[in-house]
């Protein structure tokens, strides 16, 4: 895996068609491994949805994204069929999900919600919250959206290659756009995209009103397969992420081994509220459990102040 610096909901259907009076003969397809190796013809059906009438959509724009460019930048491609990344994310994603369909050992409202963040900048937030975007995709019956939620330092749209236009900055200013004027849809079936909006002097506030609250509970109980990843600042250099945190079901808390301070790690967590939502850690770019020359990923929970660091 590279540095990460460097790598770093139903979906809406196309116009619905009447039967051509001559259709093709069958094409045998083979079996396929998950939801997203089974979609042929991505790019097509991404055309299909963007020509489909406004009527017939749930969003009011969709980007092709680039899966050769997303592999490239070391991320998980969805038409990728076996690596370590993808088995690394499988065991990331896997309590995540038992968690938002309530069979984690703790109840949390809105557990669907789940916040990456991180102590500081250039830990790894974004390269896990879009990683883990895409393997929840993958999920058959599981729809993702993905919120590029760091405001300030918007990165989402330039890490999956496409340009941001409305977002959620303005959504939140503006009350006459509507949630589908905002979200994007892509050529992967089960992923739509919230990016960041135009940027915003009182951005804090933004976040902290009632609007933000109301949007949090809409999209959380909108679709019950729906899985929110929000991608948000560092806790210890805004004010934007502790109050996203409390909106939040789930944390994610990204530590880069043998670089981010243990007291940083503390004061980031000590910014969570542990008794009414559940936070996780994520050990990024460990070399101690796949070898010298690997990195990989350690997963746990901390509650009360008790980290336990998956394969400790």
């Not at 139903?10 to 001559?22: E, N």
């Not at 460019?69 to 994603?93: C, H, N, V």
């Not at 896997?94 to 919600?113: F, K, S």
Request: charge should be negative; aromatic fraction near 4%; proline fraction near 7%.
């Amino acid at each position: 895996m590279d540095s990460i610096e460097k790598a770093m909901s139903v979906r809406p259907r196309g116009p619905v068609r009447s039967p051509a009076p001559l259709p093709p003969p069958p094409v045998e397809s083979p079996p396929a491994e998950d939801v997203v190796e089974r979609v042929a013809h991505l790019t097509a059906a991404s055309q299909d949805m963007a020509a489909a009438p406004a009527s017939l959509k749930r969003t009011q724009r969709s980007v092709v994204m680039d899966f050769d460019r997303i592999r490239t930048s070391g991320f998980l491609a969805p038409d990728i069929k076996r690596s370590r990344l993808k088995e690394e994310y499988r065991q990331i994603k896997r309590p995540l999900l038992i968690n938002a369909d309530g069979r984690g050992a703790m109840t949390v409202e809105h557990p669907n919600l789940v916040m990456v963040t991180s102590a500081g900048p250039g830990e790894g937030k974004t390269f896990t919250a879009c990683n883990l975007a895409l393997s929840i995709a993958s999920e058959r019956n599981q729809t993702v959206l993905l919120v590029d939620a760091d405001v300030l330092k918007p990165s989402i749209p330039r890490t999956l290659g496409f340009e941001a236009e409305l977002g959620l900055v303005d959504y939140l200013v503006d009350d006459r756009l509507d949630l589908a004027d905002v979200l994007v849809d892509t050529n992967v079936p089960s992923l739509t995209l919230l990016p960041a909006g135009t940027q915003y002097h009182l951005s804090t506030e933004l976040l902290a009103g009632e609007r933000m609250r109301k949007l949090a509970a809409e999209i959380s109980g909108r679709y019950a397969d729906r899985i929110v990843i929000f991608d948000s600042p560092p806790l210890l250099m805004t004010t934007e992420a502790s109050i996203l945190a409390s909106l939040m079901g789930q944390v994610l808390v990204v530590v880069e081994a043998e670089r981010t301070p243990q007291g940083q790690v503390k004061a980031a967590l000590d910014l969570l509220d542990s008794n009414h939502q559940i936070v996780g850690l994520l050990l990024n770019k460990s070399h101690s459990f796949l070898g010298a020359d690997s990195y990989g990923y350690r997963y746990g929970y901390g509650h009360d102040g008790n980290e336990d660091a998956a394969g400790r």
